[in-house]
């Protein structure tokens, strides 16, 4: 038997079960009203603000006096943010979004109950966001931390220590210390992050038909790569600057040589099995520190905003470079605010 949504007075002394009633209550007819609107759709979403709903009415609920929702006021809101420092964050609750999101939820449902229940809304959630302007401005296209590159030094650095696996012209394939077919796979990968602005994920589900050589200026020379859909990945076509093409060329031929069987471009084994996260992100990381290159800030996705931000120093148009990265132009903001000028990027 559920109760009637009635209002409930803050001077009645009202037992913990009907307060936990109207907690729930409350978000149940927020939910119905959002999903009655076709505003939210998405499952996922809908549980994360079940948890976050969750959490907050456990804390009100444990207080003595019980936070209600009529009487919630911002020191209440501050209590409940402090009471969550010190946990485990790795549901990401601490963040500045996250926190702004639950704010943002907590005002929601709470204006749509007062507005049920015919008394007036608060302003608990719209005060204490105004006291806390890091949560507040905490979605602003400012709060995201510039992406990290790699200096002219590095980058220049970078190609020519992977470059280095393949035999300049004239010269003995032989000559030098013996590289293995894994080495010049690790160096290979890495010029394509740099050199097409993949991902590591980009990398590990790269077919033999992925690159395109076809059209291009020199003969069996690639020159762009499709990367195929995977996840939530559209599939996409990249272009490859000349000295990455030209290591992934040499790769080619070492992988045929080395007779590696399956379809992926850069396999784990010699059997040609897919390559694991685990593996490829350790073997990145070795080529980067063996090229004096330090992988400890932004690791290797420093490789791919190299790419992009090389890209819009030539004068590219942001939905190109959007579009050979995989992604919502809107993201481009965060590259375009390294500028006004630019950094000097190769």
Known sequence: MTLPHTSLSLFEDIKPEAHALVFEQAFEAWLASQRGAGLLRQERSIEVYQDMWNAF?????AQSPVVSLPSLRPADLQAFQA???GRKASDLSLTPRYALRLMRLIERVQRHHAAQEEFPAGNAAAVWLRGNPQVRFADSPHADPLPEYLPVIEAKQLIAFVS???????????????MTWQDVRNRASIGLQLGAGLTPGDVRVLTL????AHGGRIRDRPWKIHVPAYGDSPARETPVAPWAAELLRYWLTVRAEAGIPGPYLFPSTRGGKQ???ASQYACATRV??????DSREGGSFRLRHTFALRQLRRGTPPDQVARWLGIEPKKMKRYERVFPGGPEVV
């Open 288 to 293: 980067l520190e063996d090229a004096g290159v």
């Open 209 to 212: 038909a992925s690159p395109v």
């Open 164 to 178: 280095a696996a393949r035999p300049r012209p004239g010269s003995s394939r032989a000559a030098g210390a013996p």
């Open 83 to 85: 009471a969550r420092f």
């Open 275 to 277: 390559w694991q996260r």
């Open 57 to 61: 009415s456990t804390w009100c609920l």
